[in-house]
């Protein structure tokens, strides 16, 4: 964690050793190294959430989408909700045009 000395303005790694300084909504004191002035502050632990909605884990019908891969032949389906993937079904190679990855490799030779 990194703050600014309220004083000096310098910043400051605060030592973590002992879990000092974890505890949230209480005032740690902290003697500064550079100014020596002490001061205290709060801590205040965030996390961040972007919940989506994934209605294909509730009703098992995943959205599958062509990944978009290069070379084509190893791209798979995504589901563009969960973002689970999957291997191509042969139906789905032939209906996207794309060939098997051993066609592909075959191709190099
Ligand atoms: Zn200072
Ligand atoms: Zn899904």
Same mark, same amino acid.
């Given at each position: 964690?990194? %703050?600014?000395?309220? *004083?000096?303005?310098?910043?400051?790694?605060?030592?973590? #050793?002992?879990?000092?300084? *974890?505890?949230?909504?209480?005032?740690?004191?902290? /003697? =500064?190294?550079?100014?020596?002035? +002490?001061?205290?502050?709060?801590? $205040? &632990? $965030?996390?961040? *959430? /972007?919940?989506?909605?994934?209605? =294909? %884990?509730?009703?098992?019908?995943?959205?599958?989408? %062509?990944?978009?891969? *290069?070379?084509?032949?190893? +791209?798979? !389906?995504? =589901? @563009? !909700? =969960?973002? #689970?993937?999957?291997?191509?079904?042969?139906? /789905?190679? &032939?209906?996207?045009?794309?060939?098997?990855?051993? @066609?592909?490799?075959? $191709? %190099?030779?």
């Amino acid at each position: 964690m990194d %703050l600014e000395c309220p *004083y000096c303005e310098q910043e400051l790694d605060i030592c973590h #050793d002992d879990g000092f300084g *974890y505890e949230e909504g209480v005032k740690h004191q902290y /003697e =500064c190294p550079h100014c020596g002035k +002490s001061f205290v502050f709060e801590t $205040s &632990i $965030s996390f961040y *959430y /972007e919940p989506e909605k994934a209605d =294909c %884990l509730n009703d098992g019908n995943h959205d599958y989408q %062509l990944t978009h891969t *290069y070379p084509k032949e190893f +791209s798979k !389906m995504r =589901c @563009s !909700m =969960c973002g #689970d993937e999957r291997e191509m079904t042969d139906e /789905e190679r &032939i209906k996207f045009n794309i060939g098997t990855k051993q @066609s592909y490799m075959d $191709s %190099l030779r």
